[in-house]
């Protein structure tokens, strides 16, 4: 079946710092990919995705970009701030649903 | 109102009692998801509604679990004799197309069940 796997957290980071959190996946079919957001007492949202081989999804600075060949989809930005402090989540969609299946998610703490 | 709306948003409840959790999607939109997130875990998906039909339930982990979508709207996930493993945070989320692989979903912030 269809699974995605992270990097376990929590990210640390001071602020302004490089950010990369990997995502790899496995899938039955051609997914698309998605990296979704989950704000400190919010619901998740989508943050970017991507739905074809070499596609680069972007959204408030953070970019992830579908590479086929090595199934995966890291999600990086250049300079984190506090406000970016959440848990992300890889996600993939195969097939002619929405049904999502999720990594774990990666918990990032920006610090000042 | 403007997003998904789930309630309770805490529940505690006891062994073998049953609990009922609501989502209210946002208006208009036909497709209506249920996830689990367990501590340590990545999301579960449960179960999909489009309009009031179930095609894929294939989540659901036991028959103690069902759920129910009336009138294209509200849905109600129900817990029979609640175990201490179904102790998580249940997730809603809803989307307005039915289409494939759009992949955008809109969650609620959940409602978070401890089983004593």
């Known amino acids: 079946g269809d699974s995605v796997t992270q990097m376990e957290g929590p990210v640390t980071l001071s602020e302004e710092a490089f950010l990369t959190i990997n995502c790899t996946y496995t899938?039955?079919?051609?997914?698309?990919l998605f990296w979704y957001v989950q704000y400190p007492g919010e619901g998740l949202q989508l943050l970017l995705k991507?739905?074809?081989?070499?596609d680069k999804g972007s959204n408030k600075g953070f970019e992830a970009t579908y590479r086929k060949e090595t199934t995966s989809f890291h999600l990086e930005k250049g300079s984190v701030q506090v406000s970016d402090s959440a848990v992300y989540f890889c996600?993939?969609?195969?097939?002619?649903?929405?049904?999502?299946?999720f990594g774990t998610g990666t918990q990032l703490k920006v610090e000042l | 109102g403007a997003g998904v709306s789930q309630s309770p948003s805490n529940k505690v409840t006891e062994k073998g009692k049953d609990v009922e959790l609501r989502c209210d999607p946002i208006?208009?939109?036909?497709?209506l998801y249920w996830y689990r997130q367990s501590l340590g875990q990545g999301l579960e998906f449960l179960i999909y509604?489009?309009?009031?039909?179930?095609?894929?339930k294939s989540g659901l982990p036991s028959d103690r679990f069902s759920a129910e979508r009336t009138g294209g709207s509200v849905s109600t996930l129900t817990i029979q004799r609640t175990q201490q493993e179904d102790s998580a945070v249940y997730l809603c989320?809803?989307?307005?197309?039915?289409?494939?692989?759009?992949?955008?979903?809109?969650f609620g912030e959940g409602s978070r069940l401890t089983v004593l």
């Open positions: 989320a809803s989307s307005p197309w039915s289409g494939p692989g759009t992949g955008e979903l809109f």
């Open positions: 991507a739905t074809k081989a070499d």
């Open positions: 509604f489009q309009g009031n039909s179930a095609p894929d």
């Open positions: 996600a993939l969609v195969t097939g002619g649903g929405n049904k999502l299946t």
């Open positions: 899938a039955t079919g051609y997914p698309s």
């Open positions: 208006s208009g939109h036909t497709a």
